[in-house]
């Protein structure tokens, strides 16, 4: 569409959860009502979600932004005159200057909510694939080397260094070998690995290519939570579009190397997360937790060596060999380095993803970032980490994001996720939770977590009755003792971190009044 002037509207999940379906359909319908020269572009979400749908034009100045927009605002807007980033009710500015985007460091987001998702020639045009070619001219070992020295850790959670895990794979014995990405997104408060399936899938797919060059993997499999079909679509989409212009399938970008990748979808069984129960899950098993060693670098999918990736730290690949090991590593603080997507979720004015480098403490990006609570009130507790992350209080604000400084307060960053709480919120009522959903979600393979939840719910629930609370407060610290030294994997593991935080310190709320919380 010669001359056409472009408007972007996302298609992320989080944007068609609050209509943005229905203004990209009345901003087609008014364009040709008016015959007006409009092209309409799809992109993923930039992740300011309270600002969403966001609405995006092409102008002179860049690209300018009208939001939150609903269907009921689009005629408006063409009176107003946005599609040349005039003034209305609704304008942002150029969207790059919106504080919350202009304060980011954009590495692995750099392209989210810019481009269309489905376009190689868009992905290109924004720097993609340069870091494949890059690997390829490189070879697997200094491919491989790239990656340690970039400093990059497991974006998951476990925070193991990903060049690590590579370099021992490429090392193992055995054929074929295997990468498995980790998009089982299970944490709540998170969201960064659909945003990138649904808003540059192309960086996933080629970071798992460069793995393979790197190990000598042959086929790659990304597991994804059925409970993000948008996604499911977008990457299975991409996939088609990256094997039909060779970067994928036979002989991938003419380098001589055989790599493919399957989509498989989870059944929603948290503990797949896991990667050893999601290694059983693809191989159409129950997924149950494996005992270690042997480790899935050695002994992994159908038994063979297998690179097990969290999509973040796959899809941060590319821009590591794209722009060097150094200018990646030149952010970030102590042994975290690199930036981190933070996801703010929960009770948070301004909700969305912050990529930004190691090192902001919890305060600033509560308090300054996220804004503080959407309901005005105080901020009582922080969960950083998922459901079965620690909880923090004000009093441990000043805590840099990083993974040692949360380990020393006895907390994990986890993939990313903090969940707001006001001062209106029962620690003790989610002590409980935790235990409940270490309950629920339970493979049953071990007695500490499958037996141990259980009976964490019903001590929490004679503490809370005033039941010999001091007894049963010894015994619940002995209990998640139990839980986080003999588990066998992190679920009835990690635990004791939400269980012990709200009770060290928000011990009030473990001794008020009976009230009900067991009649749950």
């Not at 200057?97 to 304060?103: C, F, H, T």
């Not at 948008?230 to 060779?246: D, F, W």
Request: glycine share 14%; with cysteine.
């Amino acid at each position: 569409m010669s001359g056409a002037i472009e408007v972007f509207v996302p298609r992320d999940a989080a944007a068609l959860a609050v209509g943005a379906e229905e203004v990209a359909r009345a901003i087609a319908a008014e364009a040709a009502r008016r015959n007006l020269p409009v092209k309409l572009v799809r992109t993923g979400s930039r992740g300011l979600f309270w600002l969403e749908p966001l609405v995006e034009v092409a102008t002179a100045r860049g690209r300018v932004g009208y939001g939150p927009a609903s269907a009921a605002d689009v005629p408006g807007l063409f009176d107003a005159g946005f599609l040349d980033g005039k003034a209305h009710a609704l304008h942002l500015g150029p969207v790059e200057k919106i504080p919350y985007l202009a304060r980011q460091t954009r590495l692995t987001f750099a392209r989210c909510g810019i481009v269309d998702p489905l376009s190689l020639d868009a992905y290109r045009a924004q720097g993609g694939l340069k870091g494949l070619e890059r690997a390829l001219k490189l070879g697997p070992a200094e491919t491989v080397e790239e990656v340690i020295r970039s400093g990059l850790r497991g974006r998951g959670g476990a925070g193991f260094p990903t060049g690590i895990k590579w370099k021992t794979v490429r090392e193992a014995a055995g054929a074929p070998k295997y990468v498995v990405c980790n998009a089982d997104e299970g944490d709540s408060g998170t969201f960064a690995d659909r945003m990138i399936m649904e808003g540059d899938p192309f960086c996933l797919i080629e970071g798992m290519a460069i793995a393979a060059i790197a190990t000598g993997a042959n086929q790659g499999f990304v597991y994804i939570r059925s409970e993000y079909p948008h996604a499911i679509r977008t990457m299975t989409e991409a996939l088609r579009l990256a094997r039909a212009a060779g970067i994928l399938g036979r002989n991938i970008a003419g380098s001589g190397h055989d790599f493919d990748i399957e989509v498989r979808s989870g059944a929603g069984a948290y503990v797949c997360g896991e990667e050893t129960s999601m290694l059983d899950s693809i191989e159409g098993k129950r997924g149950l937790v494996r005992a270690k060693p042997p480790l899935p670098a050695h002994h992994g999918l159908f038994g063979k060596p297998t690179v097990i990736n969290n999509l973040i730290s796959l899809a941060s690949v590319p821009v590591i060999l794209a722009e060097g090991a150094k200018a990646y590593a030149d952010f970030g603080m102590g042994r975290s380095r690199g930036t981190m997507p933070i996801q703010l979720a929960g009770n948070v004015k301004f909700g969305g993803v912050f990529e930004a480098a190691f090192g902001l403490t919890l305060g600033e990006i509560v308090d300054d970032i996220g804004g503080g609570t959407a309901s005005g009130r105080p901020v009582r507790a922080v969960q950083a980490g998922g459901p079965l992350g620690a909880y923090f209080p004000r009093a441990l604000f000043d805590t840099p994001y990083d993974y040692e400084a949360f380990a020393q307060r006895d907390g994990l960053i986890g993939h990313g996720g903090l969940v707001v709480f006001d001062d209106t919120v029962d620690m003790a009522h989610q002590a409980r939770f935790a235990m409940k959903f270490c309950a629920f979600e339970s493979c049953g393979k071990c007695t500490p977590c499958r037996v141990g939840s259980t009976r964490g719910m019903e001590v929490i629930d004679r503490i809370v009755k005033g039941e010999r609370r001091e007894e049963n407060m010894t015994l619940l610290k002995d209990l998640c003792q139990t839980l986080k030294f003999g588990s066998l994997c992190a679920l009835g593991g990690f635990t004791p971190y939400p269980v012990m935080s709200a009770l060290n310190h928000f011990p009030e709320d473990f001794r008020r009044a009976p009230s009900g919380l067991a009649a749950e």
